[in-house]
C-alpha cells in the first residue's frame, strides 16, 4: 500500500477546531443533565455541576416513564429501518441495473413525495391511517417511517450502485452468476458501506421525528422517545437538566449503532483487486 | 461509462426485472403518500377548517398569493436559508470527510464519533439548547465572551433582524454536516487508493488529487446529497420554529413557518395548502433544473 | 445463511408490531364498563400531572362503571392535535379548551353545547366572568376547570426595601421599573431589571402587549353593528406601542434580548433574580418557585395597572364535549368532579391556578394572600377576548408592529402603526 506520509498538521488543526465547535454544545448537554434542577437556572452560568447529581436521569426513567417510550421506538425504529433498506437497496439496485421503461419517471416519482411541505401532510397521514386500521399501532407508525425513508434511501442506494462499476457485473454474468447472483455475491457486498450509511441515515430519522409520532399516536402507551422528549418542552419553563437528560438517554443508542457500525462502513472496503 | 449493464440480457427482460425490483418501494408510495398529496392539493382550492367548512373557491387563495408581498419576502429569506446551509455544510462535510479517511490521520475513530454527535439529537432538542446558549442575559456564549473580555455588552443574537438569519443558519449546518459527511465517507471508501498513488506519480498535488480523483469519484453521492439537502432545507421548519417562530419581526420567516402559521394558528388550511403547492411546485423545478445542468456537464 | 436471517428478523418484526398493535383498538365498552376518552394538557406538566392522575383515579374509585382514558398533550400542539383528530373523525368525548382556541374549535362545530346538562344552580355557580369566557353565541362551549389570570408580580422585597408602593397605573409601573433597574455590584453594569418585558411575537407578548393596548383605550379588535372592527391606528393605540417601545429603548429598564425573550426566558429571569416586575399568570409563580425557592414568600402581585382603563383577558382553561360522543353523561359527570369545590380548593394550593366555581372562591383561604390580591382582582374583571376565528392573525400582526419598533426606534410610530391598522383591516375584510 502507499507509504505512510506525515499527516499534514493544519488538516489536524481543523479537524480539533471542529470537534471543538461540535463539544461546547454537547458539553452543555451533559453537564446540565447532571446539575440539581435550581443550578440550572442561575446566572452567571456554572460551567461544572456544583452538586454532581443523577437526579434528572432518575426522573426521566421513573417519573416520565421513559422505558416504556424506548420500547415503542426500538420495535418502531428498527423495523421500518429493516424493511425501509430492504425495499431502497432493491429499488436502487434495481434502478441502476436495468433500462427500464419508465426508470426516469419512477426516480422522478419517487422524489416528488418527498417535495411536500409535511406540515400540511400530517392529517392526510391520519386519515390514511385510519382507513387501514393502524391509528396506535407500531405497524402504522412503522409503514409511515417506511414511506419517509425509502424515497431518499432508494436515491441514496441508487448512487452508491453508480459508483460501482458495471464492468464487474459484465465480468460475473460471464462467469454464469444470473441477476440475483449479481445482486447478492457482487453488488451487494461492495455496496456494503453504503448499505450501512443509508441504514444509520433511516434509523436516525426515524429515531428522532417528532411532528408525525407525535400526531399519529394518541395514547400514552403507544408514544415513542421523540415524543416523551417533545413533551418535555412547555410554554412556561423547560426543566433544562430533565430535558438535556432525557435527549442524551436518546440518542445513547445511536452513538452505539454508530460506534459499533462504523468499522463496516469505513473499513469494510480497503484498496483491492475488485477496484479500478 | 455509458456502456449498456448486462448486455446479455434482452430488453424486456430488463423491463420485467426492473420492474421486480422497484415495485415495493413503488407500492408503499403508492399505498402511503399519493392520498397525502392529492389531499394536501384538492384542498387549496377550498375555503374549509377541514372539519365542518369546505367551500370550493377555485383559484381564489391563488390569485391572493401572486400579488402578496409578504409571501415573495418569505420565499427570499427561504432561498438564503437553503443557500448558506447547504453551502456551510458541504464545505464542512468534504473537508472532514476528507481529512478523516486519510490513512496518517491520528485517532480517526475518535474524531469520527465525536463530529458525528449533532446528528444524533433531535431537532427540537437542538433548536430549544441553542436557544438557551444564545440567549442575551443567561447564554453560555455571551457568558464566555464576557468572560474573556469579547463583549462589553450582551450581543443580541436572536433579537436583531440582522443576525437572526446568520445566528438560525449556523446551528442549521451545526446540526446538518455530519449527516453529509458519513454519505461522503462512505463514497470516499469506494475510490481506489491506486488511483491517487497513479494521481501522485504524475506529480498531482493536494488539490490537484482532490479535483481529479476525489471529486469525480464521489460526485455521485455528492450531487444526490445535495439534492436532497436543498430539498430539506426549501422546507425546513423545527429548528428555526424552535429558535425564533419566525421573529423577530419576520426576519426568519420562511416559506414553512408561514405554510405552519396559516394551517396551525390560522386554521386556514386551504390558504396553507396553496403555500404549499407553491412550494412544491418551486422544488420539482429546482430539481429538474439540477438534472439537467447534470446531463449537460456529462 | 445471512439472507436467511435478515428474512428471519423481518418477520419476527412485523408479527410482534402485528399483534403489538392489534390489541390497542380501542373500544367503547370493557365488561361493561363505559370508556371515557379524554385529551388533555394537564398530564404532561408537573405538578398538575401528577395531582390530575391522582383526581382521575379516585373519580375512577368513586364510579367504578366509568374507565377514564387519557392522552396528554402538550399546550401548544393542543389545537393542532384536535383540529387532526376531529378531520378523522377521531374526536375523544372530552377534549381540553381554551380561551386562545375556542373560537376555532367552536367555529368547527365540535363543542356540543353544555347548557343542558346542567342544573341553572350549576350553571349559576360558574364565576360570572369566566361564564362569559365559555360561552359562544348564547351555548356554553366549554365547561372550565381552572383559571390563570395575568396580573402584575412583583418583588415584594425589592420594592419595600427602595421604598416604591406596588404600582396601580402604567406610569408608576415605568417609575419603578426605573428604581428596580440597578447595578447591586457596583461593576458598572446592570444586573436586575425593572421590568420582563415580553417582545417575542406569540400569544404570550401579543396577549400582554393587548393588556396594554386596551389600558390606553384602544381594542384591537371588536364586535359592533354585525362587523368587526379595529381601533388600531387610533392616538391611543399609538400611545399604547409607544409606551411599550419605550420600556425597552427609552427607559431600558428591560433585560437585554427583549424580542428573544418569551415567557419561558421571562420566567427564567424572574428566578434568576435578574428582573422585578413581570406580567404573569397565577400559575406561573409556581413555576418560579420551583426553580428558585429561596423567592417563596417574595412575590406579591396587584391587578394590571392601567392608563385610562385596566384590562385582564379572560383566561379559561376548560372541557368540551365531543357532539358525537355515546358517554356524554358520563363525561359531564367527570368534568363537574374535576371542578368540585373540594378538587379546586386541593388544585389552586398546588399548582397556583385558580378555581372558576363562586362556591370555592369564597371558601379558599388561600387567594387572600397577598400572593394572590392582584391575580383575585384581574379575575373577578376578566373581559372575554374577541372569539373571532381569524383573532390570532390579528394579534400576530400587532406582535409584527411592536418588534419592528423596539428593533429600530427611530421609526416613526403613527405610520408603523397606521400600516399595522391596514394589515388588521385587510385580515378583516379576508374573513368577511
Same mark, same amino acid.
Given at each position: 500500500m502507499g507509504q505512510r506520509r506525515?499527516?499534514?498538521?493544519?488538516? /489536524?488543526?481543523?479537524?480539533?477546531?471542529?470537534?471543538?465547535?461540535?463539544?461546547?454544545?454537547?458539553?452543555?448537554?451533559?453537564?446540565?443533565?447532571?446539575?440539581?434542577?435550581?443550578?440550572?437556572?442561575?446566572?452567571?452560568?456554572?460551567?461544572?455541576?456544583?452538586?454532581?447529581?443523577?437526579?434528572?436521569?432518575?426522573?426521566?426513567?421513573?417519573?416520565?416513564?421513559?422505558?416504556?417510550?424506548?420500547?415503542?421506538?426500538?420495535?418502531?425504529?428498527?423495523?421500518?429501518? /429493516?424493511?425501509?433498506?430492504?425495499?431502497?437497496?432493491?429499488?436502487?439496485?434495481?434502478?441502476?441495473?436495468?433500462?427500464?421503461?419508465?426508470? #426516469?419517471?419512477?426516480?422522478?416519482?419517487?422524489?416528488?413525495? *418527498?417535495?411536500?411541505?409535511?406540515?400540511?401532510?400530517?392529517?392526510?397521514?391520519?386519515?390514511?391511517?385510519?382507513?387501514?386500521?393502524?391509528?396506535?399501532?407500531?405497524?402504522?407508525?412503522?409503514?409511515?417511517?417506511?414511506?419517509?425513508?425509502?424515497?431518499?434511501?432508494?436515491?441514496?442506494?441508487?448512487s452508491y450502485f453508480e459508483t460501482i462499476p458495471k464492468d464487474l457485473?459484465?465480468a460475473?454474468?460471464?462467469?454464469?452468476?444470473?441477476?440475483? #447472483?449479481?445482486?447478492?455475491?457482487?453488488? /451487494?457486498?461492495l455496496s /456494503?458501506p453504503g448499505?450501512?450509511?443509508?441504514?444509520?441515515?433511516?434509523?436516525?430519522?426515524?429515531?428522532?421525528?417528532? *411532528?408525525?409520532?407525535?400526531?399519529?399516536?394518541?395514547?400514552?402507551?403507544?408514544?415513542?422517545?421523540?415524543?416523551?422528549?417533545? *413533551?418535555?418542552?412547555?410554554?412556561?419553563?423547560?426543566?433544562?437538566?430533565?430535558?438535556?437528560?432525557?435527549?442524551?438517554?436518546?440518542?445513547?443508542?445511536?452513538?452505539?449503532?454508530?460506534?459499533?457500525? *462504523?468499522?463496516?462502513?469505513f473499513e469494510g472496503l480497503t484498496a483491492g483487486g475488485v477496484k479500478q | 461509462m455509458?456502456?449498456?449493464?448486462?448486455?446479455?440480457?434482452?430488453?424486456?427482460?430488463?423491463? @420485467?426485472?426492473?420492474?421486480?425490483?422497484?415495485?415495493?418501494?413503488?407500492?408503499?408510495?403508492?399505498?402511503?403518500?399519493?392520498?397525502?398529496?392529492?389531499?394536501?392539493?384538492?384542498?387549496?382550492?377550498?375555503?374549509?377548517?377541514?372539519?365542518?367548512?369546505?367551500?370550493?373557491?377555485?383559484?381564489?387563495?391563488?390569485?391572493?398569493?401572486?400579488?402578496?408581498?409578504?409571501?415573495?419576502?418569505?420565499?427570499?429569506?427561504?432561498?438564503?436559508?437553503?443557500?448558506?446551509?447547504?453551502?456551510?455544510?458541504?464545505?464542512?462535510?468534504v473537508?472532514?470527510a476528507n481529512l478523516l479517511v486519510m490513512d496518517s490521520m491520528?485517532? @480517526?475513530?475518535?474524531?469520527?464519533?465525536?463530529?458525528?454527535?449533532?446528528?444524533?439529537?433531535?431537532?427540537?432538542?437542538?433548536?430549544?439548547?441553542?436557544?438557551?446558549?444564545?440567549?442575551?442575559?443567561?447564554?453560555?456564549?455571551?457568558?464566555?465572551?464576557?468572560?474573556?473580555?469579547?463583549?462589553?455588552?450582551?450581543?443580541?443574537?436572536?433579537?436583531?433582524?440582522?443576525?437572526?438569519?446568520?445566528?438560525?443558519?449556523?446551528?442549521?449546518?451545526?446540526?446538518?454536516?455530519?449527516?453529509?459527511?458519513?454519505?461522503l465517507l462512505a463514497a470516499l471508501q469506494t475510490i481506489s487508493k491506486d488511483l491517487y498513488e497513479a494521481a501522485e506519480l504524475d506529480g498531482c498535488g493536494v488539490f490537484q488529487r482532490f479535483l481529479h480523483v476525489t471529486l469525480p469519484g464521489i460526485m455521485p453521492v455528492l450531487?444526490?446529497?445535495?439534492?436532497?439537502?436543498?430539498?430539506?432545507?426549501? @422546507?425546513?421548519?423545527?429548528?428555526?420554529?424552535?429558535?425564533? @417562530?419566525?421573529?423577530?419581526?419576520?426576519?426568519?420567516?420562511?416559506?414553512?413557518?408561514?405554510?405552519?402559521?396559516?394551517?396551525?394558528?390560522?386554521?386556514?388550511?386551504?390558504?396553507?395548502?396553496?403555500?404549499?403547492?407553491?412550494?412544491?411546485?418551486?422544488?420539482?423545478?429546482?430539481?429538474?433544473?439540477?438534472?439537467?445542468?447534470?446531463?449537460?456537464?456529462? | 445463511?445471512?439472507?436467511?436471517?435478515?428474512?428471519?428478523?423481518?418477520?419476527?418484526?412485523?408479527?410482534?408490531?402485528?399483534? $403489538?398493535?392489534?390489541?390497542?383498538?380501542?373500544?367503547?365498552?370493557?365488561?361493561?364498563?363505559?370508556?371515557? %376518552?379524554?385529551?388533555?394538557?394537564?398530564? %404532561?406538566?408537573?405538578?398538575?400531572?401528577?395531582?390530575?392522575?391522582?383526581?382521575?383515579?379516585?373519580?375512577?374509585?368513586?364510579?367504578?362503571?366509568?374507565?377514564?382514558?387519557? +392522552?396528554?398533550?402538550?399546550?401548544?400542539?393542543?389545537?393542532?392535535?384536535?383540529?387532526?383528530?376531529?378531520?378523522?373523525?377521531?374526536?375523544?368525548?372530552?377534549?381540553?379548551? +381554551?380561551?386562545?382556541?375556542?373560537?376555532?374549535?367552536?367555529?368547527?362545530?365540535?363543542?356540543?353545547? =353544555?347548557?343542558?346538562?346542567?342544573?341553572?344552580?350549576?350553571?349559576?355557580?360558574?364565576?360570572?366572568?369566566?361564564? +362569559?369566557?365559555?360561552?359562544?353565541?348564547?351555548?356554553?362551549?366549554?365547561?372550565?376547570?381552572?383559571?390563570?389570570?395575568?396580573?402584575?408580580?412583583?418583588?415584594?422585597?425589592?420594592?419595600?426595601?427602595?421604598?416604591?408602593?406596588?404600582?396601580?397605573? =402604567?406610569? &408608576?409601573?415605568? $417609575?419603578?421599573?426605573?428604581?428596580? +433597574?440597578?447595578?447591586?455590584?457596583?461593576?458598572?453594569?446592570?444586573?436586575?431589571?425593572?421590568?420582563?418585558?415580553?417582545?417575542?411575537?406569540?400569544?404570550?407578548?401579543?396577549?400582554?402587549?393587548?393588556?396594554?393596548?386596551?389600558?390606553?383605550?384602544?381594542?384591537?379588535?371588536?364586535? &359592533?353593528?354585525?362587523?368587526?372592527?379595529?381601533?388600531?391606528?387610533?392616538?391611543?393605540?399609538?400611545? $399604547?406601542?409607544?409606551?411599550?417601545?419605550? =420600556?425597552?429603548?427609552?427607559?431600558?429598564?428591560?433585560?437585554?434580548?427583549?424580542?428573544?425573550?418569551?415567557?419561558?426566558?421571562?420566567?427564567?429571569?424572574? !428566578?434568576? &433574580?435578574?428582573?422585578?416586575?413581570?406580567? !404573569?399568570?397565577?400559575?406561573?409563580?409556581?413555576?418560579?418557585?420551583? !426553580?428558585?425557592?429561596?423567592?417563596?414568600?417574595?412575590?406579591?402581585?396587584?391587578?394590571?395597572?392601567?392608563?385610562?382603563?385596566?384590562?385582564?383577558?379572560?383566561?379559561?382553561?376548560?372541557?368540551?364535549?365531543?357532539?358525537?360522543?355515546?358517554?356524554?353523561?358520563? !363525561?359531564?359527570?367527570?368534568?363537574?368532579?374535576?371542578?368540585?369545590?373540594?378538587?379546586?380548593?386541593?388544585?389552586?394550593?398546588?399548582?397556583?391556578?385558580?378555581?372558576?366555581?363562586?362556591?370555592?372562591?369564597?371558601?379558599?383561604?388561600?387567594?387572600?394572600?397577598?400572593?394572590?390580591?392582584?391575580?383575585?382582582?384581574?379575575?373577578?374583571?376578566?373581559?372575554?377576548?374577541?372569539?373571532?376565528?381569524?383573532?390570532?392573525?390579528?394579534?400576530?400582526?400587532?406582535?409584527?408592529?411592536?418588534?419592528?419598533?423596539?428593533?429600530?426606534?427611530?421609526?416613526?410610530?403613527?405610520?408603523?402603526?397606521?400600516?399595522?391598522?391596514?394589515?388588521?383591516?385587510?385580515?378583516?375584510?379576508?374573513?368577511?
Amino acid at each position: 500500500m502507499g507509504q505512510r506520509r506525515k499527516f499534514p498538521v493544519a488538516g /489536524l488543526i481543523l479537524v480539533i477546531l471542529g470537534c471543538l465547535m461540535v463539544l461546547v454544545p454537547v458539553y452543555w448537554m451533559v453537564i446540565t443533565s447532571f446539575k440539581a434542577a435550581p443550578e440550572t437556572f442561575r446566572n452567571p452560568p456554572t460551567l461544572w455541576p456544583e452538586s454532581f447529581t443523577l437526579d434528572a436521569y432518575r426522573k426521566v426513567i421513573d417519573d416520565y416513564s421513559f422505558g416504556d417510550f424506548f420500547l415503542n421506538s426500538v420495535i418502531v425504529v428498527v423495523g421500518s429501518t /429493516l424493511l425501509t433498506i430492504l425495499v431502497a437497496t432493491m429499488a436502487g439496485f434495481g434502478a441502476s441495473r436495468f433500462r427500464f421503461r419508465g426508470k #426516469g419517471a419512477f426516480l422522478g416519482f419517487v422524489l416528488v413525495t *418527498q417535495m411536500f411541505p409535511s406540515v400540511i401532510m400530517l392529517i392526510p397521514y391520519f386519515r390514511i391511517l385510519k382507513l387501514y386500521g393502524l391509528i396506535n399501532t407500531h405497524l402504522g407508525l412503522i409503514i409511515v417511517y417506511i414511506s419517509f425513508q425509502v424515497p431518499l434511501c432508494t436515491w441514496l442506494m441508487y448512487s452508491y450502485f453508480e459508483t460501482i462499476p458495471k464492468d464487474l457485473d459484465a465480468a460475473a454474468a460471464i462467469d454464469g452468476l444470473n441477476n440475483w #447472483g449479481i445482486f447478492r455475491k457482487i453488488a /451487494l457486498p461492495l455496496s /456494503l458501506p453504503g448499505i450501512a450509511s443509508t441504514s444509520i441515515y433511516a434509523f436516525i430519522n426515524s429515531w428522532n421525528e417528532f *411532528q408525525f409520532a407525535m400526531t399519529l399516536t394518541t395514547t400514552e402507551d403507544m408514544k415513542t422517545v421523540s415524543v416523551g422528549i417533545g *413533551q418535555m418542552i412547555d410554554d412556561t419553563m423547560i426543566n433544562w437538566n430533565d430535558m438535556m437528560a432525557a435527549s442524551i438517554l436518546a440518542s445513547i443508542p445511536l452513538i452505539l449503532v454508530f460506534i459499533f457500525c *462504523q468499522n463496516l462502513f469505513f473499513e469494510g472496503l480497503t484498496a483491492g483487486g475488485v477496484k479500478q | 461509462m455509458k456502456q449498456p449493464a448486462l448486455r446479455h440480457v434482452g430488453d424486456l427482460h430488463q423491463n @420485467k426485472l426492473g420492474y421486480l425490483f422497484t415495485a415495493p418501494a413503488f407500492l408503499v408510495l403508492v399505498l402511503m403518500v399519493v392520498y397525502p398529496l392529492i389531499y394536501g392539493i384538492v384542498i387549496s382550492f377550498f375555503d374549509t377548517n377541514l372539519v365542518n367548512r369546505f367551500d370550493f373557491v377555485g383559484l381564489k387563495y391563488y390569485k391572493r398569493l401572486i400579488v402578496d408581498e409578504t409571501f415573495y419576502a418569505s420565499l427570499g429569506r427561504t432561498a438564503i436559508f437553503t443557500i448558506f446551509t447547504v453551502a456551510g455544510r458541504t464545505v464542512l462535510a468534504v473537508l472532514f470527510a476528507n481529512l478523516l479517511v486519510m490513512d496518517s490521520m491520528p485517532c @480517526k475513530t475518535v474524531f469520527r464519533s465525536i463530529l458525528v454527535l449533532p446528528w444524533f439529537f433531535p431537532d427540537v432538542v437542538v433548536g430549544i439548547l441553542w436557544r438557551w446558549l444564545y440567549n442575551a442575559n443567561y447564554g453560555l456564549f455571551n457568558f464566555i465572551l464576557r468572560t474573556i473580555g469579547l463583549a462589553d455588552a450582551p450581543i443580541e443574537w436572536l433579537s436583531n433582524s440582522k443576525t437572526a438569519m446568520w445566528a438560525v443558519i449556523m446551528v442549521s449546518i451545526w446540526k446538518g454536516f455530519p449527516f453529509m459527511m458519513v454519505m461522503l465517507l462512505a463514497a470516499l471508501q469506494t475510490i481506489s487508493k491506486d488511483l491517487y498513488e497513479a494521481a501522485e506519480l504524475d506529480g498531482c498535488g493536494v488539490f490537484q488529487r482532490f479535483l481529479h480523483v476525489t471529486l469525480p469519484g464521489i460526485m455521485p453521492v455528492l450531487s444526490t446529497t445535495l439534492m436532497l439537502e436543498i430539498m430539506w432545507c426549501f @422546507k425546513h421548519f423545527t429548528l428555526i420554529w424552535n429558535l425564533t @417562530k419566525g421573529g423577530p419581526v419576520d426576519a426568519t420567516q420562511v416559506v414553512s413557518i408561514d405554510i405552519y402559521n396559516t394551517a396551525f394558528q390560522y386554521t386556514r388550511y386551504g390558504e396553507s395548502s396553496t403555500r404549499a403547492v407553491f412550494v412544491f411546485v418551486i422544488i420539482i423545478i429546482l430539481t429538474v433544473m439540477q438534472k439537467k445542468m447534470k446531463r449537460k456537464e456529462a | 445463511m445471512k439472507k436467511r436471517l435478515v428474512v428471519l428478523l423481518l418477520s419476527v418484526f412485523l408479527i410482534a408490531s402485528v399483534f $403489538a398493535g392489534g390489541s390497542k383498538e380501542a373500544s367503547a365498552e370493557e365488561g361493561g364498563q363505559t370508556v371515557l %376518552t379524554v385529551l388533555t394538557t394537564a398530564v %404532561t406538566q408537573e405538578p398538575e400531572g401528577s395531582l390530575a392522575e391522582e383526581y382521575i383515579a379516585e373519580f375512577e374509585r368513586l364510579n367504578p362503571d366509568i374507565k377514564i382514558e387519557i +392522552t396528554g398533550v402538550p399546550m401548544n400542539s393542543a389545537l393542532q392535535r384536535i383540529t387532526t383528530l376531529a378531520a378523522s373523525g377521531s374526536l375523544p368525548d372530552l377534549f381540553v379548551n +381554551t380561551e386562545n382556541i375556542v373560537g376555532q374549535l367552536a367555529d368547527m362545530g365540535i363543542c356540543e353545547d =353544555l347548557t343542558p346538562y346542567l342544573s341553572e344552580d350549576e350553571i349559576n355557580n360558574i364565576v360570572d366572568s369566566v361564564r +362569559t369566557g365559555c360561552t359562544i353565541d348564547g351555548q356554553l362551549v366549554m365547561y372550565p376547570w381552572y383559571s390563570g389570570p395575568n396580573a402584575l408580580i412583583y418583588r415584594t422585597d425589592w420594592l419595600e426595601e427602595l421604598g416604591i408602593e406596588p404600582p396601580q397605573t =402604567l406610569d &408608576e409601573v415605568v $417609575a419603578a421599573a426605573q428604581k428596580l +433597574t440597578r447595578d447591586t455590584n457596583g461593576d458598572g453594569m446592570t444586573d436586575t431589571y425593572g421590568f420582563g418585558l415580553i417582545g417575542t411575537n406569540d400569544d404570550s407578548g401579543q396577549t400582554r402587549f393587548v393588556m396594554i393596548l386596551r389600558s390606553f383605550g384602544a381594542r384591537e379588535l371588536y364586535f &359592533e353593528d354585525g362587523e368587526w372592527k379595529t381601533e388600531i391606528g387610533t392616538p391611543e393605540s399609538v400611545a $399604547a406601542f409607544e409606551y411599550f417601545r419605550d =420600556l425597552s429603548t427609552k427607559y431600558k429598564v428591560v433585560p437585554p434580548g427583549a424580542l428573544e425573550n418569551s415567557f419561558n426566558e421571562n420566567v427564567n429571569l424572574m !428566578a434568576m &433574580e435578574q428582573i422585578g416586575m413581570l406580567i !404573569a399568570g397565577s400559575n406561573s409563580v409556581g413555576k418560579i418557585f420551583n !426553580a428558585n425557592p429561596e423567592l417563596e414568600g417574595r412575590i406579591g402581585s396587584v391587578e394590571m395597572p392601567s392608563a385610562v382603563t385596566t384590562y385582564t383577558p379572560s383566561s379559561i382553561l376548560g372541557w368540551s364535549l365531543n357532539p358525537e360522543s355515546e358517554h356524554k353523561d358520563a !363525561a359531564i359527570r367527570f368534568v363537574k368532579f374535576m371542578s368540585n369545590k373540594e378538587n379546586s380548593l386541593r388544585w389552586v394550593e398546588v399548582t397556583g391556578r385558580m378555581p372558576c366555581m363562586k362556591d370555592a372562591i369564597t371558601e379558599s383561604d388561600y387567594l387572600s394572600t397577598d400572593l394572590f390580591r392582584g391575580f383575585v382582582a384581574g379575575f373577578e374583571n376578566m373581559v372575554q377576548a374577541p372569539n373571532a376565528p381569524f383573532y390570532a392573525e390579528v394579534k400576530t400582526e400587532l406582535g409584527k408592529c411592536y418588534q419592528s419598533l423596539i428593533m429600530d426606534p427611530s421609526l416613526d410610530a403613527a405610520a408603523e402603526v397606521a400600516k399595522c391598522a391596514e394589515a388588521v383591516q385587510r385580515i378583516i375584510d379576508n374573513n368577511a
